[in-house]
């Protein structure tokens, strides 16, 4: 009878102690859950600073755009290519906001097809959780438009190109948007059937990391439509050169052109150049998981910039009589601008070649 009750007193014992393990294991599992979901919570509020971050340096490119437009303007132009550029970024937010991004990007319910999306439209379908995307994708938007600024200054009536910002915005670069970037484009190179039904057979479609061709390619093709239909400058050339369908013929006078302000242009560069690390480094769209890949976005830009200029101004110098005397600032803040174009689409790839080793 003494060992029955030994063996149950024993045995309840044992009972209790599991149970006070139990209810220490799941105190201890239900603490390691409250921790992961603060840290989930810390990493989430992270990754929105990040790209809120980077957008806005995005659209300090604004300030940049300004600057180096006016001063390469004429003095008389300057305030009219100020006006453009500010009404452009409200334009564009207008545009974007209303049918731009839904065109780009559609709702988490609805990516659109191959083509175009269609749903989101004035963000009504968003849970408040993606508001950094529109932010980035807006400033993006914004940047693209005011490439054709520059590339019709002094020769085009401003409505004119006020209905141009809203077309681009509202359509041309968001159906280019989602063609690349839109889960369900055709170019897409993460899109559900891209490794058995790629765009082109055995290739991964296309890889734009930050917007070489989405972005400044569409913008500078715009660009390039609206030069040719303009024209140059009225006294640029001797002719039209085949340009300019409604421009009066000058009758063979050439007026060389100036930049009227070179601290402006140099400023406005400098600002832009800036602005690039939130334009590359921000398309990694999370910070959290991709800081390397960050880093060394922000080392291929600066070195693409620093090789653009060097490079241009040893043409400008070899080039422009008299031969290596004639120092002049505008060829390498062009190319600084070339190469940061050039290398925003390969910034998160590109590497230096480490030769191999042999045994």
């Known amino acids: 009878m003494v060992l029955n009750n030994t063996t149950t007193v024993t045995t309840v014992a044992a009972i209790t102690e599991a149970a006070q393990t139990d209810s220490a294991a799941s105190a201890v599992a239900v603490a390691i859950a409250n921790e992961d979901a603060k840290i989930d919570a810390i990493l989430f509020d992270v ?14 490119m604004q300030a940049g755009f300004s600057l180096l437009e006016a001063g390469s303007v004429g003095a008389k132009n300057a305030t009219n290519i100020l006006f453009k550029n500010l009404l452009d970024a409200c334009i564009s937010a207008f545009c974007f906001y209303g049918f731009g991004y839904a065109f780009a990007y559609g709702s988490a319910e609805s990516k659109g097809n191959i083509f175009i999306a269609h749903s989101n439209f004035f963000l009504m379908e968003e849970d408040g ?7 980035f994708q807006w400033a993006f938007a914004a940047t693209a438009a005011t490439i054709v600024s520059g590339a019709v200054a002094e020769r085009i009536k401003i409505q004119a190109y006020f209905i141009y910002s809203i077309v681009i915005t509202t359509f041309i670069y968001p159906v280019v948007v989602h063609w690349v970037w839109g889960d369900a484009g055709f170019m897409c190179s993460w899109h559900k059937k891209v490794d058995t039904e790629p765009f082109i057979a055995n290739s991964r479609n296309l890889i734009d990391f930050a917007g070489s061709g989405v972005v400044h390619l569409t913008g500078g093709i715009c660009a390039l439509v609206g030069a040719i239909f303009t024209g140059p400058r009225i006294g640029r050339f001797p002719d039209r050169r085949y340009c300019g369908c409604f421009q009066p013929d000058t009758g063979g006078k050439v007026i060389k052109h100036e930049a009227h302000n070179r601290v402006y242009a140099s400023l406005g560069v400098l600002i832009l150049w800036f602005g690039w690390y939130g334009f590359n480094g921000g398309s990694t ?16 830009t600066t070195l693409a910039a620093a090789t653009g ?5 040893s043409v400008s110098l070899l080039t422009v009589e008299p031969i290596c005397e004639n120092y002049d600032v505008m060829a390498p803040l062009n190319g600084i601008l070339a190469g940061l174009v050039s290398i925003t689409a390969g910034c998160a790839v590109s590497r230096r070649r480490v030769p191999s080793v042999s045994a």
């Open 309 to 313: 200029a060097l490079t241009t101004m």
């Open 285 to 300: 769209l999370d910070i959290s998981g991709y800081g390397s890949v960050a880093s060394r976005v922000t080392v291929t």
């Open 47 to 60: 990754n929105q600073h990040w790209m809120i971050f980077a957008g806005s340096l995005v659209f300090l």
């Open 129 to 135: 959780t993606n508001f950094r995307s529109f932010l």
